[in-house]
């Protein structure tokens, strides 16, 4: 068959894909007044609370805002008293963390009083009051070039858990997020594999504890720095997840992907299927896009993307590889952080500002989502390609 051929196929396949899923999203969602009608009363992702920044108001204030944003739960990178106290009696959920630092600090790997002093210390004291869900041992372990804190996160894991059960504590999760350098290979999807030196050292361990335990894999996901690294290879509107009809396709499969958030989380869900752990659990622990600091790091890129992420939240809306398991994400992050070490677009991640003036709008309940509107745009790439 020609090359012409084979597009004009192509296009045919995901034309009728792409006009299917929009006849389906119109019937699903045909009236504003029925929410449940619309995005199957899924609650809004999450929000990380960084606090590396001079300006941001009390917790109890924070905390007050969060509820009035009707936002559920929250990522904290910390254990701060002030600011988990301020949690007291609200609905939100929260994720706690162990920094790097403290792993090793505290030899909690290695030394279980440890790990049960630090359970006493930072979670026993608020567990009757505040709603701790999970707990991040570390963040993005592996891409420090630090062996030794890759070697004490999972015995580490495995000891504030059970510090938790010995606790009556034991539904908090316990988990830690990885960085997207922890694969090797993420295209097509069905490909998806971790990098060798880590497979074995970490990943498995980590997913046999996560498995046993029934708490999720986490994983930060950054599509604004797969675009920022290739502009070249890498589609903006596919980063943005604009692309609410298929795009490319995993032969292999015979999947068709959206967008670039939907491709890297397979490629992890078909990595971890060859660890042989498929049906462990995948949470997002971070995704968001800058508003300044780049070129491509705009308000109008940045509310883009979050508004897109909330859509794709609320609807329940699961990956081609799991179709069932409505994505869940924490967007990093809720305040630009003016002390943020590094360059200048790890400040302006914040959806809002210091004084909670928004420096975009997100509409936190969703937006209808139309895939027709991207029909005459996919119908043009694949006649260039012919």
């Given amino acids: ?39 199957s009363c899924h609650p809004g992702p999450g929000i990380a609370f960084g606090e590396e920044a001079s300006n941001i108001r009390s917790p109890a204030e924070v905390v007050g805002f969060l509820e009035e944003q009707k936002i559920k739960s929250v990522r904290l990178y910390h254990t701060f008293k002030d600011t988990i106290k301020a949690f007291k009696d609200s609905d939100i959920e929260l994720t706690i963390s162990i920094s790097n630092a403290d792993i090793k600090g505290s030899g909690m790997a290695w030394n279980y009083d440890a790990a049960e002093k630090w359970v006493k210390d930072n979670v026993l004291p608020y567990s009757k009051d505040v709603h701790i869900k999970a707990i991040a041992v570390g963040n993005e372990v592996t891409s420090v070039n630090d062996w030794d804190l890759v070697s004490q996160t999972e015995p580490a894991m495995r000891n504030i858990h059970e510090a938790l059960k010995r606790a009556n504590l034991k539904d908090i999760k316990v988990s830690t997020p990885f960085g997207m350098d922890i694969l090797e290979v993420t295209w097509p999807p069905s490909a998806g594999a971790f990098r060798v030196e880590y497979a074995w050292n970490i990943v498995k361990p980590v997913l046999a504890f996560l498995n046993e335990t029934n708490s999720p894999f986490m994983i930060n996901i950054y599509p604004y720095v797969s675009y920022k690294n290739d502009p070249k290879d890498v589609n903006l509107d596919a980063a943005l997840l604009n692309r609410w009809c298929p795009i490319s396709v995993d032969f292999k499969t015979g999947h068709v992907y959206k967008n670039l958030l939907f491709q890297l989380l397979d490629a992890t869900v078909a990595a971890m299927g060859k660890m042989g752990f498929p049906d462990v659990s995948l949470l997002v622990s971070e995704t968001g896009w800058p508003s300044a600091g780049h070129a491509m790091a705009t308000p109008e890129h940045a509310a883009m993307y979050n508004q897109n992420l909330v859509n794709l939240v609320v609807k329940g809306v699961g990956t081609p590889l799991r179709p069932s398991s409505p994505i869940n994400a924490f967007i990093y992050s809720l305040f630009n952080e003016n002390m943020r070490r590094g360059e200048d677009e790890l400040r302006n991640y914040g959806l ?33 390609s012919s």
Avoid at 12 to 39: E, H, V, Y
Avoid at 355 to 366: A, K, L, M, R
């Fill in 352 to 384: 809002f500002n210091a004084n909670f003036s928004p420096v975009y709008d997100i509409n936190w309940e969703g937006e209808d989502v139309n895939c027709v509107a991207n029909k005459v745009d996919i119908d043009s790439q694949l006649s260039s």
């Fill in 1 to 39: 068959m020609s090359t012409t051929w084979m597009c004009v196929l192509l296009a045919a396949i995901l034309l009728q894909s792409c006009s299917a899923q929009a006849s389906t999203s119109n019937a699903a969602c045909t009236s504003k007044k029925d929410k449940c009608a619309c995005n």
